[in-house]
């Protein structure tokens, strides 16, 4: 629910911005029957701490990582350990540097994602330099491009 901006409202009724989402729907996604999820629904509405935390959600909006190609960009996947400082600003730097726009920043929260990225939607293709320089920083572990 957290990954699609799934809010829950005070009768349990789920919601991405104004689109109401169907108990049924939710439970193919997710692998499981459409009672697990009224069930969870009711479970958040009854728990004050869940129900501040889903009542208030809201889907950050969609990915272009699964369409660089055809918009004529690229994604630049960066591993690091989510936890460190400077991760996102290293790379802006190097980005910056380069002279490559970032139309999109997409960071994993890692108390919610086990491996947790930094994906970067960039315009054009990236040079050799550009990853060269990246897989310097101290903050990277390893980096993907897509094209």
Same mark, same amino acid.
């Given at each position: 629910? #957290?990954?699609?901006?799934? $809010?829950? !409202? ?27 999820? +009224?069930?969870? *629904?009711? $479970?958040?509405?009854?728990? =004050?701490? #869940? ?7 809201? =889907? ?5 990582? %699964? ?14 350990? =989510? $936890? *460190? ?9 190097? #980005?910056? +540097? %380069? ?5 999109? *920043?997409? *960071?994993?929260? =890692?108390?919610?994602? +086990? ?23 101290? !903050? ?5 491009? $897509? +094209?």
């Amino acid at each position: 629910m #957290l990954e699609y901006g799934i $809010r829950v !409202t005070e009768e349990g009724r789920l919601f991405v911005g104004g689109m109401e989402v169907d108990y049924s729907a939710l439970a193919r996604d997710a692998g499981t029957d459409r009672r697990v999820v +009224k069930q969870a *629904a009711r $479970r958040i509405t009854s728990d =004050p701490f #869940l129900f501040s935390v889903f009542s208030g959600v809201a =889907p950050v909006g969609a990915s272009l990582l %699964h369409v660089v190609s055809t918009i004529g960009c690229s994604a630049i996947i960066i591993e690091a350990d =989510p $936890r *460190a400082a400077g991760v996102i600003s290293g790379v802006a730097g190097v #980005l910056a +540097k %380069h002279g490559v726009v970032v139309r999109q *920043a997409l *960071a994993d929260d =890692p108390d919610m994602v +086990k491996d947790a990225n930094l994906t970067l939607i960039v315009e054009g293709p990236v040079g050799g330099g550009v990853i060269g320089e990246l897989e310097r920083l101290e !903050t990277v572990r390893g980096i993907t491009v $897509r +094209k």
